[in-house]
């Protein structure tokens, strides 16, 4: 979802809101609209913009006639034969109204990857209506990237001003006024019949889709809906398609074809007082928009960064309940509601998933604040598309996988509305998860169709998942990372606390316990844990005693020195970090050494049992297939967990009034731990996972499978920025560091060990050695045309000024030389072609040829 920045307080003004008020007269009273409607007659003189005489507005019964069929809300919508108009009243002249479009119903076969659905959100914008000359309204697009708010003589405020001025992306003559209600007529048909990414796709969601030119004649308005807060604008649009090779994942016959899409443009009024901004804060993990402050800094200028919340206050009754510490019901309660076309038997999973929430909410001073029902049945006035409702849509697809956006307000953060993506195949993708990581320990997960009841609950946390994104909360991989490896075996522990402290964190199943501590699914399971009630409650405590944002600034910061500090569970880390052993995606546990053995272990009990458990009757091997991928894929997760903590740097963010460093260097004894373990448990050939009967009913290769994780691993150990962090270590504690040399002295003497003991290399390890010849040759000699099968080049710019590149050609000469010798005394014919052909490459490599 695009990204929009935010207005700092509701104390603040827009440098270009304030220019626009000041360019347009104010909205004026219904007298006032009255003289200038009969001044406006069709004898006015003024030409059009078409260079003919204007005509000028009409009366209001000539335009809004007795055929009209008329629909009042936020503002008056009406169609009149073929033609549809908007009456704006002058109340909502300036005001900002937020834009949403998603596809109502989608093109057949014209999607791509994740885009494409019935439900899909294709465009959000905040727009305005202003007054301009002639009888003229103007639609703006209205952006709040910068901001100033001095209006003093050393101010920025006029400077930002002027180079501030918002675009006009329509521009509509007044057909009439409402002389009664002080409302212009505005005729929108054409402005509704055409194409724009205001209000229909934007442009990069077109270029996705592979969507070209609108074709008018198979286009139309297909209804006008007016609400209280909000008008719908219903419309079919067909667009001339190309497929091609730019669009990846398109599905679809390559060539040109027409797509057809019933869109929804929603526009919903913003509120004229945004509500109190929360400063982000790095240390709890929320999404975030922003703005450019050109007063923070008197000297220069500050990126100001706001969370992504929705609006929770108590009622005005309830203000000093919640003060005591009494739990109080918001005002406006979070509802999500469900897709009726949602199968009926995973209903209440999905509703169960949303009020998990409640707990966390509580913490924060609100009871029943979250909740989901159904939607309402024969409601005429309640449409999934609607952006007043959040709604969990429910979409006919193959694609295994569920989301979680939002729409927020840009001034404040302030969430509007959300709309989960639920694609149906998301069952293959916890099927799978839940089999490689638990079937070692749980009995039902041994078979390819769960029983409802298992795979409700694997749909309610998914559920809870997704809805916490909805919230404002980003990934935690770092919450995992808490706990010690070995608590993840201890029945009472995980049972009661969960296996992380965060269902924000990729953890999905305990695969760290074993069959013989008899834990139970509770222990298994994510669920709302103690960080996500933290985080919770950091972002939803309502403390009005602060005026600004600003105010609440230092509270905020001391809240969560102590707490954090208190309790380590509670501690964030970024999904962005890819330095930070700690912060990982589908990792458990405080060393990823020891909870990778004991994942081994469960792997291998699985792979035993896998013809069995996936066999169904009728039916071939693709089962077996798709799973026994599943499971090496399992194993290369392991292998990637471990291999993140040679060259570590790990980042704790803190503000100045912590101790201690925010940047540390993973030890180097725990770095020679992640080695021992590569060398054990990936390059001495684990031939547990090379299971050939398994090729016998599939076709899979298990070796070329088991190779691309050993290369790919090699690769990213060999790699610059590998080297260049280890380097750095060196530069920075000396004697106590893991050197580059060294790591590439201890990859060597594990993946090059039959070199000095003359022992035969079987097919296997040739593969291995074969991928870390290419691997390294792709970084001293970059320029050199890739073999075929080979590692693609690599090296770039770092190797270059770095000591990687001296230290790697060193390596690659020395390698060469031994393998050289090696080959002369091979103890059989396949293992000297095999030395021969890779001194071969390094010296080509070496020698630029």
């Known amino acids: 979802m695009r990204k929009k920045l935010l207005l700092l307080s509701t104390g603040f003004v827009i440098a270009s809101m304030a220019f626009a008020q000041r360019r347009s007269p104010a909205p004026q009273p219904a007298d006032t609209t009255k003289k200038a409607a009969a001044a406006a007659t069709p004898n006015t003189p003024g030409m059009s913009r078409g260079g003919g005489p204007k005509a000028g507005p009409k009366p209001y019964a000539e335009v809004i006639t007795s055929k009209a069929i008329s629909r009042n809300g936020m503002f008056s919508v009406h169609k009149v034969d073929d033609r549809h108009f908007f009456e704006i009243p002058d109340s909502l002249i300036g005001r900002d109204i937020l834009a949403v479009c998603r596809i109502s119903r989608s093109a057949a076969g014209s999607r791509a990857q994740m885009l494409g659905y019935a439900g899909d959100q294709i465009g959000d914008n905040v727009i305005r209506f202003e007054k301009g000359p002639d009888d003229r309204i103007f639609l703006k697009s209205i952006s709040y990237k910068e901001m100033s708010a001095d209006t003093t003589e050393n101010g920025m405020y006029t400077s930002v001003r002027n180079s501030n001025l918002q675009p006009i992306v329509g521009a509509f003559d007044v057909k009439a006024y409402n002389k009664e209600k002080g409302a212009f007529v505005l005729d929108v048909t054409d402005y509704l019949s055409g194409d724009n990414d205001i209000l229909f796709f934007e442009s990069g969601v077109k270029r996705v889709l592979g969507l070209t030119a609108l074709l008018p004649a198979s286009s139309y308005i297909a209804e006008l809906k007016a609400f209280p807060g909000n008008v719908e604008i219903k419309t ?47 240390r709890v993990g929320y999404f975030a928009t922003g703005f450019t402050d050109f007063d923070a800094n008197p000297q220069g200028v500050k990126r100001i960064s706001m969370i992504t919340r929705w609006r929770l206050e108590p009622k005005p009754e309830d203000v000093e309940k919640y003060n005591r510490g009494e739990l109080v019901e918001p005002k406006e309660p979070i509802i999500y509601y469900i897709d009726p076309a949602t199968p009926k038997k995973w209903v209440p999973y999905l509703i169960a998933g949303v009020n998990d929430w409640q707990v966390a909410f509580e913490k924060a001073g609100f009871k029943n604040a979250i909740y989901a029902k159904e939607a309402p049945k024969n409601d005429s006035s309640w449409s999934v ?57 749980d009995p039902k997960a041994r078979k390819m169709q769960f029983d409802d009841e298992l795979m409700g609950q694997l749909i309610r946390f998914v559920s809870s998942h997704e809805v916490g994104h909805t919230l404002g909360l980003r990934h935690n991989f770092g919450s995992s990372s808490t706990v010690p490896v070995e608590m993840l075996r201890n029945k009472a522990f995980v049972e009661a606390n969960g296996h992380t402290p965060s269902i924000m964190d990729y953890a999905r199943f305990n695969y760290v316990a074993q069959p013989e501590d008899s834990i139970s699914e509770k222990g298994i399971f994510p669920r709302i844990g103690d960080y996500d009630i933290w985080a919770i409650e950091w972002g939803y405590k309502w403390k009005p005693e602060f005026k600004t944002a600003a105010d609440e600034a230092s509270w905020l910061n001391k809240w969560i020195i102590e707490r954090i500090g208190a309790n380590k569970r509670l501690w964030f880390g970024t999904e962005t970090d890819r330095d930070d052993p700690r912060c990982q995606n589908e990792d458990l546990g405080d060393n990823a050494m020891k909870a990778g053995a004991y994942g081994i272990k469960n792997l291998k009990r699985v792979l035993a049992s896998l013809p069995e458990w996936t066999k169904e009757p009728n039916e071939g091997y693709g089962n077996l297939s798709d799973i026994y991928k599943e499971l090496v894929g399992q194993y290369n997760r392991y292998m990637g967990h471990v291999a993140k903590y040679i060259g570590g740097i790990t980042t704790t963010p803190k503000t100045i009034e912590e101790a201690g460093d925010v940047i540390e260097f993973t030890s180097k004894a725990r770095q020679k ?45 060999l790699n610059p920025g590998t080297l260049s962090k280890l380097d750095l270590f060196e530069q920075t504690k000396g004697k106590v560091a893991y050197t580059s040399i060294e790591m590439i002295n201890d990859l060597k003497k594990g993946i090059w060990s039959e070199l000095p003991l003359h022992k035969p290399i079987d097919a296997q390890r040739r593969m291995l050695q074969k991928g870390y010849v290419e691997a390294l040759i792709s970084i001293v000699a970059p320029t050199r045309a890739a073999a075929p099968g080979s590692m693609p080049q690599g090296g770039g710019g770092m190797a270059k000024i770095t000591d990687a590149s001296s230290l790697l050609k060193g390596h690659a000469r020395s390698l060469m030389a031994e393998i050289k010798a090696a080959a002369s005394l091979a103890p059989n014919q396949a293992t000297r072609l095999h030395l021969q052909d890779i001194a071969s490459r390094l010296s080509d490599a070496l020698d630029n040829k």
């Open 673 to 717: 731990e992640a080695m021992a373990f590569l060398q054990q448990q990936l390059f001495t050939t684990p031939t547990w996972l090379l299971d050939y009967k398994i090729t016998g009913v599939t076709g899979i290769n298990p070796a070329g499978m088991l190779a691309g994780v050993q290369v790919s691993t090699v690769s990213r150990l």
């Open 236 to 282: 079919v649009k067909t667009y001339n398609r190309t497929i091609g090779p730019n669009i990846p994942g398109m599905m679809g016959a390559p060539g040109a074809a027409p797509a057809t899409y019933e869109l929804n443009s929603s526009l919903v009024l913003l509120p004229k007082v945004p509500m109190k901004a929360r400063y982000f804060d790095s």
């Open 385 to 441: 598309e609607d952006a007043r409702h959040n709604v969990i849509v429910y979409k006919p697809s193959d694609i295994p996988n569920a989301s979680g956006p939002h729409v927020h307000d840009p001034r404040s953060g302030e969430i509007m509305e959300t709309h989960v993506n639920w694609y149906h195949n998301v069952m293959s993708l916890v099927h799978h998860w839940y089999m490689i990581q638990a079937a070692a320990i």
